[in-house]
Each structure stands twice: as structure tokens, then as C-alpha cells.
């Protein structure tokens, strides 16, 4: 800016300097030049009337500083000059003054000298004798005048450049200094040069466009964020070497780490072989997943390499918690297993008596004993179709007509058909408790409180106790069956509502049942809403209880 | 030229605790070997033994490189004659977690849960060296002087391992080879643990410059 504006005024200063110099002293030249021709002519005319007057002794008394003074014969020939011996110099006829002169009476030329440096003015008179005078005075030329002023000139030069860069940079601050004050956040807001205003205004829109995309940008980078903070699935982003990026709090938990180990070597967060595997094959380009065992459990992580055009550019590592689909395996493991077992073992009897029998190996006196046997195998997986048919029926859902059903006194029915079961060990059964009414399936109900009762007689001790309790609250209706029996071991309590779930692994024939009592019980319950509470201590019986919201 | 050296130490540190993680695998499957009688996992932590092997041989190598074309002076110098130092212990831990895999061999499928505390000795010995690597990854002193710490309690199950042992050939004489390779794998754990206290001790030093409560460089 200021080197711009200093040579603007730079070449405006020299150019008006050159001007000047030009016209005044061409100007002058003229003017002073004219002036002297006069003078010269009018000096001519004197001496020509001196030399008439006197002839040649006239010369003696004058005296000439600037003047030349030569006196010509008709033909030329040199007869004095003032500054030279007149005998010397060669013949004057051919000179254009001299030559005019004898034509017209006066002549008058004008000659520079071979430098450049001096111009001569001649000014010729014929006298009245055929002689010519001349005289010429000699002045510096336009070239040696300049050459003379170089010395002002370059002085002038030197003074204009200081003044220039002074004004330049003066002029440049002042010019600049309302363009340093704009306030680019508020482009519209500034007072400078009205030239400035297209691109203030250009500038006010790309700062909104820009605000306007940095808002969407953060909008987008927080709802990111919050997705990846909030979600409980562990999730890290690795550079190409193996370096965090990127670790959400989830995966830092279940790494065992915190937010600052982003920046170092994923082997410093977790160095085991099976990651190392996992961040070996994604960095050659593959897909790869283990089961791992993190803090909090059993865990698939997959690592994934993240390529952009074809270039590996980082890995992503992704970790959920497979410990409940793994819990979930186990189960339907186990319920195959289960089911099998179950359906099995009855058959297994049935054949074997049969195969007896068939063999003709049964004495005709244990015939009855075997048949007998052969029966009651039949009922009992006869029970245990009817009560997975029952289940499934629950598990199907569909409507079952509803009517209103009085608990306790259905307690009592099941307490009369248990009364002789309960009697073989001696235990007492009551139940207690008002009459409570609820909108629900008969034949449900009766099957819960049935298999209840049931089981409680089964795993009690001799001459323990069963209570049913009926009770109406503001909340609803609660069905407790109480027994002082063997318990329930903690371990096991959040299973024995699983279909074929057995505290006793080993299926005992003495308490008999097939495993699907509690299961019917948890299906008939959520039939009707009815949350299920269960209490146990071992060797000191369990409480189970039913709430049945008021409809 | 200095950032050449820093990655040339962030490289070694790498690698060593890759050692440390293969040490760790092998002590592990060596106990899990021990506690199951798997036969084909003892086999497994021979095959690891060459691996740790060849890790030291190339961490060796590389320590060398350092001294000669870096010449360390000061935290870096301590830096890396504690790795120097370091792998030899890593390198041990993997012969003898190899040793316990061959003596696994010689039991023939039978598992060591015959005598009550060798389990527990084996989890604590794993912890130990997890604890020393965990301290030297994270240059955690305090991690490091609990390993050192740590290391009497292998001590004192070593003690009840050999008592048990003890009772075990009192009451049945002909199981006395038995009873002998578990107390070689006892005692080889033992040595583990040790091993680990060394690395510990080294992560001290290359933190603090002070090994072994001694007066410092």
C-alpha cells in the first residue's frame, strides 16, 4: 500500500518537475535569445557608423566583452577581427551572413558550435564602401544550460523522494486506518468508506451462512456425542496405528479405563492377545470378533477397519454385553435337555415292563404289578402332556371367558382335594383370610393356587404347616401360600419359575410332579397382572405371594 | 533427531508391553492347564515360550541400538536399562510358566485340584505379573510397590502348598510323584512371583531412578 501510493506521487512529483524545467527554460531561452539578437543588431548598426565615420583607426577605442567584431572586404577577405590576427584567418565570402549581407545590405545567421555547448549569433551590414562588419556574440545552449542545473535537479529529486515516502506513508495510514477498525463481526455496523459496502455486506452473509453451518455442525457433533455417551454399548475409534481417538464412557468402564487414555496406544488400555489379534486383522483390512471378558461380564467385541478410497484410515471398535444372550442359550439348553429327560424316563419304564412282559418273563402273579406300573407311567406323562398343553395354551394367549371368582372360597375347594395328600404327612393345611372377589379365569386361578398349595406340600417337612392366606386390600387382592418346608436356596429362586427348572438336579421320583408347576403358576399369573413375590430361607419354608391389582 | 528418539522409545515401550501381555497369556494357560489337565494347552505355552523368547531377542537388540546411536543420558538412559533389565525377568517368566506346562505333561490328565491352595496360588502369581505390567504400562509407582508387597503372600501360600503336600504323602505314600510335580510347579510359581517383584522394582527405578530403596543416580 504505502510503496504504491510513494510511487504514484513519486512519478507525479518528477513529471511535474520535468515540465517545469522544460517550459520554463524553453520560455526563457527564447525570450533572452530575441533580446540579444536586438541588442546585437542595434550594436551593428553603431559600429557600422563608427567605421564610416572613422574607418579603421575606430577600432582601437572600443572595447567589447561579449562582442566579436570582424571587418570583411567585398571579396572576403578578412581586413580585422577583434579577437584574432585578421592575416591568419581564411576568406569570409562563403559565410551565410556575410553573404546576405552583400546581397541585401544585412544578414544574419545562427550556428552552434560542434559540442552542443555554445550557439553563435552572427549579425552582418554592408557599409557603404562594399565592406562588410559583422558582428557575433556567443551564449550557452539549451543542453549546457540543463547540464549546468544537474546539480539543483538531482537536489530537487532527492527532496521529492523524502517528501513522497512521507506523504506516502502518512497518506497510506490514513487510508488503512478506518479499513483496521472495521469490526468484521458486525460488518453492517461500520461507518467507513461507502466503496467498502458490497463487500461488507458480501462479508455479513458469509459470516451468517458460516455461524448458520457451524450451529448445524455443533447440533449434529452434540446429538453424536450424546448418542455415543449415553448408549451402553462400549465403543472406540483407533487411527491406523492403533492409537484412541475416540472411547465413549461405556467402553472406558468396561476397559477399566478413563477419558484421558485418548491421545495413547490402545495396547496401554488393553494389551491382552485377543485384542491384539482383533487390531492386527482390522488393520489388514478385515472384520473380525472374540468374545472377550471385560469389567461387567462376558462381552462380543467386534473390530472393524474404517478405509476411505480403498486406504485403511482408522478401526472401530465396538463391545456389547452378550452375558444375557448367553444366560438365554443356557436356558433353552437346558429346557431341551429338560423336556427330553422328562418325556424320556416314563416311556423308558413303560417299554421296559412291556419288553418283560412281551418276553414272557412276568410270572402270571406280578402280571397286575407290572401292568399297574405300566399305568402308572401313562398318567403320569398323561399329566405332563396335559400340563405342557396347558402352557402352551397360556403362551398362545387368547381370550378365556372371565367371571367373577371368590379366592378363598376356591382355596377351600383346593385345600378339600388336597386334604388327603396333606394328611399323608401329617400336615396341617388352613386356610384363612376374607373373601376376596376378582374378575379372573376360574379354571386359571384354580390351577395356581392348586400347583401352589401342591408344591408346598411336597417340599414340606412331616407334620409341617400350609397356610393360604386371602387378603382384600385398597390395592387389590393378595394370595399368600405359606409353608414351614425345606426352603428354596438363594441360587436358585430367580429360576423355579422356569419351565423344567429343578432345585433337586437328580428328578427324584419321591416328590414326583414333572417341573411345570411354577412355570403354569408365573403364565396364570401374568394372565391376570399378578405380580409374583417369592421368599425363602432354607429349612424354614417359603412364602409365596400373589398381588392381583383391583380392576 | 530427538523426535526420532522419542519414537523410537514410544516403539520400545510397545514392544515390551507386548512382552509383558505374552507373559501374562502363557502364565495364564499354564494355570488353567494346571487347574483342567488339558494336555493340548500346556502345549500351547511351550509354543508361547519361543515366542517371548524371540520378543526379548529384538528388545535386546533394540536397547542396544539405543545406547549406541542415541547415547541416553538422564530419565532416558534409566528408561531403557530398566527395559533392558526387564526383559530378562519377562523371559524367565516364560521359561518356567513352559516348565510348569511340561510338568503338567508328566501328571497325565490329572489336575492339580488335588491340593487346596495351588489354585490360589496360581491367581495370585497371574495378578502379580498382570499388576507389574499394569504398573509399568501406567508408570505407576504406588501399583508397583503393591506388587512388591504382594509378593509374601505368594510366599506364605507357597508355605501352605508344601504342607498340604506334606500331608498328602503321609497319607498316601504311593502318590508321592504326584506331590512332588506340584511342588515343583508351586515352587516354579514362586519364582514367578519373584520375577515379577523384579519388574516392579525396575519400573521404580525407571520412574524414581531409585532401585531397590537405594540412593538414587
Known amino acids: 500500500m504505502t510503496k504504491k501510493v510513494f510511487r504514484s506521487i513519486f512519478i507525479v512529483a518528477s513529471a511535474m518537475l520535468l515540465i517545469c524545467l522544460v517550459v520554463i527554460v524553453g520560455v526563457l531561452y527564447g525570450y533572452f535569445t530575441s533580446i540579444q539578437k536586438k541588442q546585437l543588431e542595434t550594436q551593428t548598426v553603431l559600429v557600422a557608423q563608427g567605421i564610416e565615420k572613422e574607418g579603421l583607426p575606430y577600432f582601437d577605442g572600443l572595447e567589447f566583452d561579449n562582442y566579436r567584431l570582424t571587418w570583411v572586404a567585398a571579396d572576403g577577405t578578412v581586413l580585422y577581427d577583434s579577437e584574432a590576427d585578421a592575416k591568419t584567418m581564411e576568406n569570409h565570402a562563403q559565410r551565410e551572413e556575410i553573404q546576405e549581407a552583400l546581397k541585401t545590405g544585412t544578414g544574419e545567421s545562427e550556428r552552434t558550435s560542434s559540442t552542443f555547448s555554445e550557439n553563435t549569433l552572427y549579425r552582418a551590414q554592408r557599409l557603404s564602401d562594399g565592406t562588410v562588419i559583422r558582428m557575433s556574440v556567443t551564449h550557452y545552449t539549451v543542453v549546457k544550460l540543463i547540464l549546468g542545473m544537474l546539480q539543483p535537479i538531482c537536489i530537487l529529486l532527492v527532496a521529492a523522494i523524502i517528501l513522497s515516502a512521507v506523504l506516502a506513508s502518512r497518506l497510506s495510514k490514513r487510508i488503512v486506518e478506518p479499513l483496521n477498525a472495521l469490526d468484521l463481526d458486525r460488518p453492517l455496523e461500520n461507518d467507513a468508506y461507502a466503496e467498502l459496502s458490497p463487500l461488507l455486506l458480501r462479508i455479513e452473509h458469509q459470516q451468517q451462512h458460516i455461524n448458520n453451518q457451524m450451529d448445524k455442525l455443533r447440533q449434529k457433533q452434540d446429538e453424536f456425542s450424546a448418542v455415543i455417551g449415553n448408549m451402553s454399548e462400549g465403543l472406540i475409534l483407533l487411527n491406523e496405528q492403533g492409537v484412541i481417538l475416540s472411547i465413549n464412557p461405556a467402553a472406558a468402564k468396561l476397559f477399566g479405563t478413563s477419558m484421558d487414555c485418548i491421545g495413547r496406544d490402545m495396547l496401554m488400555v488393553d494389551r491382552c492377545l485377543a485384542m491384539q489379534e482383533l487390531i492386527r486383522m482390522a488393520q489388514s483390512g478385515k472384520h473380525s470378533e472374540k468374545i472377550m471378558k471385560l469389567r461387567g461380564g462376558e462381552h462380543q467385541v467386534n473390530a472393524s477397519p474404517v478405509m476411505s478410497d480403498g486406504k485403511l484410515t482408522g478401526i472401530c471398535i465396538f463391545a456389547f454385553d452378550i452375558t444375557e444372550k448367553e444366560r438365554a442359550e443356557k436356558q433353552r439348553r437346558e429346557f431341551s435337555a429338560n423336556v427330553s429327560h422328562e418325556l424320556k424316563t416314563p416311556l423308558q419304564s413303560i417299554m421296559g415292563s412291556s419288553e418283560l412282559i412281551e418276553n414272557g418273563l412276568v410270572k402270571a402273579e406280578d402280571m397286575p404289578r407290572f401292568i399297574g406300573h405300566i399305568r402308572f407311567e401313562a398318567s403320569r406323562l398323561m399329566t405332563l402332556i396335559d400340563d405342557i398343553i396347558r402352557l402352551s395354551q397360556l403362551d398362545e394367549g387368547g381370550d378365556m371367558p372371565r367371571e367373577s371368582v371368590d379366592l378363598k372360597v376356591l382355596a377351600e375347594e383346593v385345600a378339600n382335594e388336597l386334604a388327603e395328600e396333606a394328611m399323608a404327612k401329617n400336615i396341617k393345611l388352613a386356610v384363612c383370610g376374607d373373601g376376596a372377589m376378582i374378575n379372573g379365569v376360574r379354571r386359571l386361578l384354580y390351577e395356581i393356587i392348586y400347583n401352589l398349595c401342591n408344591n408346598a406340600i411336597k417340599y414340606n417337612v412331616e407334620n409341617g404347616r400350609v397356610d393360604v392366606i386371602v387378603s382384600s386390600t385398597a390395592d387389590g387382592v393378595t394370595l399368600t401360600v405359606a409353608d414351614t418346608g425345606i426352603g428354596i436356596p438363594p441360587e436358585h429362586q430367580s429360576r423355579v419359575f422356569e419351565r423344567f427348572y429343578r432345585v433337586d438336579k437328580s428328578h427324584s421320583k419321591e416328590t414326583g410332579g414333572t417341573g411345570l408347576g411354577l412355570s403354569i403358576v408365573k403364565h396364570a399369573a401374568q394372565y391376570h397382572g399378578a405380580k409374583i413375590e417369592l421368599k425363602s430361607n432354607i429349612g424354614e419354608g417359603t412364602n409365596i405371594c400373589l398381588r392381583f391389582p383391583q380392576k | ?217
Request: proline content about 1%; glycine content about 8%; overall charge negative.
Open chain 2, 1 to 217: 533427531m530427538r523426535s526420532r528418539f522419542d519414537e523410537q522409545l514410544a516403539i520400545l515401550n510397545k514392544e515390551l508391553i507386548l512382552m509383558g501381555a505374552s507373559c501374562e497369556e502363557a502364565i495364564a494357560l499354564a494355570a488353567k492347564a494346571l487347574l483342567t489337565g488339558d494336555g493340548e494347552l500346556a502345549s500351547k505355552v511351550v509354543l508361547m515360550d519361543d515366542d517371548i523368547d524371540e520378543k526379548e531377542h529384538n528388545i535386546e537388540s533394540m536397547c542396544l541400538k539405543l545406547f549406541l546411536q542415541q547415547q541416553p543420558v538422564a530419565c532416558d538412559l534409566r528408561q531403557i536399562s530398566a527395559a533392558l533389565k526387564m526383559i530378562t525377568d519377562m523371559e524367565r517368566i516364560g521359561d518356567q510358566a513352559a516348565d510348569i506346562a511340561e510338568i503338567i505333561g508328566y501328571l497325565g490328565g490329572r489336575t492339580g485340584g488335588d491340593c487346596n491352595h495351588i489354585g490360589e496360588m496360581a491367581s495370585a502369581t497371574i495378578k502379580m505379573v498382570t499388576e507389574s505390567v499394569d504398573a509399568f504400562v501406567k508408570r505407576d509407582v504406588e501399583l508397583a510397590k503393591a506388587v512388591i508387597d504382594y509378593d509374601d503372600v505368594v510366599d506364605d501360600l507357597f508355605d501352605k502348598v508344601k504342607y498340604s503336600l506334606i500331608s498328602i504323602i503321609g497319607e498316601k505314600p504311593n502318590e508321592g510323584e504326584y506331590a512332588i510335580d506340584l511342588l515343583m510347579i508351586a515352587k516354579y510359581f514362586e519364582r514367578i512371583g519373584d520375577h515379577a517383584t523384579n519388574i516392579a522394582e525396575w519400573v521404580v527405578f525407571s520412574v524414581t531412578g531409585v532401585h531397590k530403596g537405594e540412593k538414587g543416580l
